[in-house]
């Protein structure tokens, strides 16, 4: 069973729209958790961490984590073109935060 | 701040050749890690380092792949022979324990074409 679970879209939303992206983790003492944005051929860069249940906010970007049911989800509002790209969920755990990426998610925005 | 360097950005060698990726982290960074990504798929982790010691390196082919940190700073991963399967992109991140977690920065990565 894999530990990070991303359905591999691809996503396809058009501009102005929520784009939901879902991941569920495995591991129940997994503690923290991140969304990483990928663009081809780039390198991950860090948007979200969230370390705690319920909702966190950071401008067009909301995480939502719920331990219980081993669910974290990103919600991006008013979607662009440029925010076409992979979004990868990771989660660590363990005292030296083992970490686990995904497969990643790929999100199309629709001009 | 200067981010995560790594180079070579890009490496082509046969197989069976060897090769070595080097990556200087975030000052002030005490985990580094080197992670595999090929095409499609999400970064593997191959080693993380705290600070000089390996805290996982469970995913690392031990028979061919080497890594190591000098100092606490600078880390080299080296792949000798080299198979066709190592072809991918290779990254090295570094982070500086935040609230809870690690969050993680990445360098441009290091693009190996095995032929």
């Known amino acids: 069973q894999k530990e990070v679970e991303q359905n591999s879209g691809p996503l396809s939303v058009p501009e102005g729209a929520i784009a939901s992206l879902n991941c569920t983790y495995s591991?129940?003492?997994?503690?923290?958790f991140f969304w990483y944005r990928q663009y081809s051929g780039k390198s991950p860069e860090l948007i979200m961490s969230i370390y705690s249940n319920g909702d966190k906010e950071d401008g067009r970007f909301t995480a939502q984590l719920n331990k219980a049911s081993q669910y974290v989800s990103l919600l991006i509002r008013d979607s662009q073109p440029s925010d076409s790209a992979t979004y990868l969920c990771a989660s660590t755990l363990g005292g030296y935060q083992k970490v686990t990426f995904g497969t990643g998610t790929k999100l199309q925005v629709i001009p | 701040e200067a981010g995560v360097a790594q180079s070579p950005r890009y490496k082509i060698i046969e197989k069976r050749q060897s090769v070595a990726f080097w990556c200087n982290p975030i000052?002030?960074?005490?985990?580094l890690y080197w992670y595999q990504q090929i095409l499609g798929q999400g970064p593997k982790l191959l080693i993380q380092f705290q600070n000089n010691g390996v805290v996982d390196d469970s995913q690392l082919p031990k028979d061919r792949f080497s890594a190591e940190r000098l100092k606490g700073v600078d880390s080299t991963l080296k792949i000798q022979p080299a198979k066709l399967e190592d072809s991918a992109v290779y990254l090295c991140?570094?982070?500086?324990?935040?609230?809870?977690?690690?969050?993680?920065?990445f360098g441009p990565g290091t693009r190996l074409t095995v032929t």
């Open positions: 000052s002030g960074h005490a985990t």
């Open positions: 991140a570094s982070s500086l324990r935040g609230r809870g977690g690690y969050e993680q920065y």
């Open positions: 591991d129940r003492v997994s503690q923290s």
